[in-house]
């Protein structure tokens, strides 16, 4: 009863956090666009335009009004639930993200994926033989891989599949020839639902790239964590007792050392959705991916204020979100978590 008590006392306390920290992130990156050198109206009317059509326009997008009256109605549209709308086009800013969420969210869900299978797939490669040449490889290769800049990998990839061999397309989300799947913005489970085989193949030949080269880069991490956490659980004193009780080293390590190292990938995991936000967005807009990344790599170029705080508060919700329910997943399933 103690322990279901001071969990949710923990979970109150986490979620309690969750309105303080977006906040602080919704008023940071409203601070920070303003201070950036640069105005929105050169973006749109150029720096040759009349002065008196840069003020009418100043005044009709509101901003010229003081910082403080833009950060209270940018505070109170926010807990309306508006986001606003975009100063090109003056659309709105839930529809951009509505376009663009599902397009990164497919590209990072499937990174995600191939790089556990393939990071969680060579750390646990070298534990038959430490410190053997299968162990060395799997060191160098999770060093490599999280060392590599994401750009270079991305613009090698191209070069080698897309422009040498051109088995895959250089770039883009679906091919300009077809009509794109109607739905949930998820071009491979749109396609499939519609029985559409040529729509599914189109998007998968087009996801194939910018996912399998983010997943590569990622998967490094995944190695190291599980190939540290793996080693150390096989040197804990419960392995060892296990072992005195006569059971096989193949039950030891599947039964007793490899949930317990799986507990901290469970985090990393957690932690990786937010460093997806940082290496998609290079990967995005080397393969011209329609994502929320790229879009907001676009708006920071314009100049774009309602957009880029309108995408930053979002993923800043989503990645707070995941790492919550991360957290709690630990706490639930690791007796050992303190609160």
């Known amino acids: 009863m103690s322990r279901r008590r001071h969990l949710l006392g923990y979970i109150a306390s986490r979620l309690a ?10 008023s940071l990156v409203f601070l920070l666009l303003r201070v950036a050198p640069g ?3 050169d973006a749109l009317l150029g720096t040759r335009a009349p002065q008196a059509a840069r003020d009418a326009l100043r005044q009709q997008l509101g901003l010229d009004q003081s910082l403080l009256v833009q950060y209270w109605r940018y505070l109170g549209d926010l807990l309306q639930g508006q986001l606003g709308l975009s100063l090109t086009n003056q659309e709105p800013v839930s529809a951009v993200i509505g376009r663009s969420l599902p397009a990164s ?16 797939a060579v750390g646990f490669s070298g534990i038959a033989r430490p410190e053997g040449k299968l162990d060395f490889a799997a060191r160098l290769y999770g060093i490599g891989t999280y060392a590599m800049p994401p750009f270079w990998a991305a613009m090698l990839v191209q070069l080698v599949f897309a422009v040498w061999l051109g088995w895959l397309p250089v770039g883009g989300r679906f091919p300009a020839t077809l009509v794109p799947p109607q739905g949930s913005g998820f071009y491979l489970l749109d396609s499939l639902l519609a029985g559409d085989a040529a729509q599914f193949w189109g998007s998968l030949r087009h996801l194939v790239l910018p996912a399998c080269t983010l997943g590569f880069l990622l998967s490094g ?9 793996l080693r150390r659980a096989l040197d804990s004193d419960y392995v060892e007792a296990a072992r005195s009780r006569g059971l096989s080293e193949r039950r030891v390590v599947l039964r007793h050392a490899l949930p317990n190292a799986l507990l901290p ?16 967005l290079l990967i995005e807009v080397t393969y011209s991916w329609p994502g929320i990344a790229f879009r907001l790599q676009e708006a920071i170029s314009q100049r774009d204020y309602p957009v880029v705080q309108g995408i930053v508060v979002v993923v800043a919700a989503l990645v707070v979100g995941i790492s919550v329910l991360v957290d709690l997943l630990v706490a639930l399933l690791d007796p050992r978590v303190n609160f």
């Open 221 to 229: 991490i995944f190695a190291n964590a599980l190939r540290l956490n």
């Open 265 to 280: 990938v469970l985090t990393i995991a957690g932690i990786t959705v937010a460093s997806l936000i940082g290496g998609a």
């Open 17 to 26: 956090l969750v309105p303080l920290m977006l906040w602080l992130i919704a």
């Open 39 to 41: 105005d929105p109206i």
């Open 105 to 120: 969210l497919e590209l990072g869900l499937t990174a995600l994926l191939l790089a556990a299978a393939v990071g969680l």
